[in-house]
DNA sequence: GGTAGACCTGGACGC
DNA sequence: GCGTCCAGGTCTACC
């Protein structure tokens, strides 16, 4: 019998506004389906992949949320897919977290779905927020929408009902680069990526590490950028996917922005520079307040992301339509 | 330490 | 419809 899980969530979690939140929501094998806002995509437990579907079912008293599977889970399978589903949704984020991130910038207090923005959705495991953040470096909005795409259909294992995973480290390790190029078209990525899938596969890479507090900023931002294919505006980028959110993660949309909302002129490294002064106030918050900007800027064009179809983003974030 | 050029893909543009 | 140009962040070689 297919299993059910039951999740409780924060006093303020909203599905909706929380999970559409940062554009890898549009990545496969992420969906969101608009009309009835719901998030599905196929996880990779350890009996091997299952699809699951999740809808917020109450607000009040507290937020509670369910995942119905497309096969039955084992009880450790259970623990693996609350912890996968608790880190996309950033459900260990506290209430009191979003409170402090509100004191220092309340202007995202009250966002639309009532309880104020703070949370950015992730993937279930830091090895794909890794990846898609590589596929991302380089690259237009489309091209990384379709190398994510790809890599599922191609490396990705099925679920009992037919849908295709994020291809695991282990997969993706001894994946031959021609193919990654050939059939997921990540181009000159290809080696780089299979390098991380080893030394994540080698538990190089650990997430432990990374996100223990005694662990400083510095030294996670200074380890990240020892990553192939990974550089400042990875490593920025990254960080805040830990949940680390005193990097800014610049890249040419951090100018785009920085000249059309900010208001800021001159050569894009002075912008730039700029940025980074002006974001400083906001001290370990600084990546949300610039992100939640930039977030509030696309819905001003293109509606509540809520509403947002996966593949209309593809054509609507293109350089030339964002100009 | 700073910088130029290569890397690869796909959208935009001109014909 | 086809060919060419260009944007995008990282890496390497070089000064």
């Known amino acids: 019998m297919p299993t059910i899980l039951n999740i409780a969530a924060p006093k303020d979690f909203r ?12 990545l496969e094998p992420n969906h969101w389906e608009p009309d009835t806002q719901t998030v599905s995509r196929v996880l990779n437990l350890e009996s091997g992949p299952a699809h699951f579907e999740i809808v917020q079912t109450a607000i009040r008293p507290e937020p509670k949320l369910r995942a119905r599977f497309d096969r039955s889970l084992t009880r450790p399978e259970q623990g693996e897919a609350r912890r996968k589903i608790g880190r996309m949704l950033s459900l260990d984020v506290t209430h009191e977290q979003i409170k402090a991130f509100h004191k220092v910038d309340p202007r995202w207090t009250r966002a639309a779905g009532g309880g104020g923005r ?8 830091l090895f794909e927020d890794i990846v898609k953040t590589v596929t991302s470096c380089n690259v237009a909005w489309p091209s990384t929408i379709n190398m994510n795409r790809r890599l599922c259909d191609v490396l990705g294992a ?3 009902s037919g849908k295709p995973a994020f291809p695991t ?6 994946t031959r680069a021609g193919t990654l190029r ?30 223990d507090p005694k662990t400083t900023d510095d030294e996670a931002f200074k380890f990240l950028l020892t990553l192939p294919g990974v550089g400042p505006y990875a490593a920025g980028n990254i960080m805040q996917l830990l949940g680390r959110f005193s990097r800014l993660a610049l890249d040419s949309e951090s100018v785009r922005h920085g000249k059309t909302v ?8 002075a912008i730039l520079k700029r940025m980074t002064a002006h974001y400083e106030p906001f001290g370990e918050h600084k990546f949300r307040s610039y992100w939640f900007e930039i977030w509030a800027w696309y819905e001003a064009r293109q509606g509540h992301a809520t509403t947002w179809e996966k593949k209309k983003t593809a054509t609507a ?3 030339a339509k964002l100009k």
């Open 118 to 125: 703070g949370r950015l959705s992730r993937s279930p495991t």
């Open 182 to 211: 050939a059939r997921c078209r990540v181009g000159y990525r290809d080696q780089r990526l299979i390098d991380l899938a080893k030394m994540y596969h080698k538990g190089e890479i650990s997430e432990a590490w990374l996100t």
């Open 158 to 160: 099925r679920s009992p």
């Open 317 to 319: 974030f293109t350089a």
């Open 15 to 26: 599905l909706a506004r929380d999970y559409c939140s940062y554009g890898y929501f549009l």
């Open 169 to 174: 480290p282990a997969k993706l390790a001894r």
């Open 262 to 269: 900010l208001g800021l002129t001159g050569k894009d490294a």
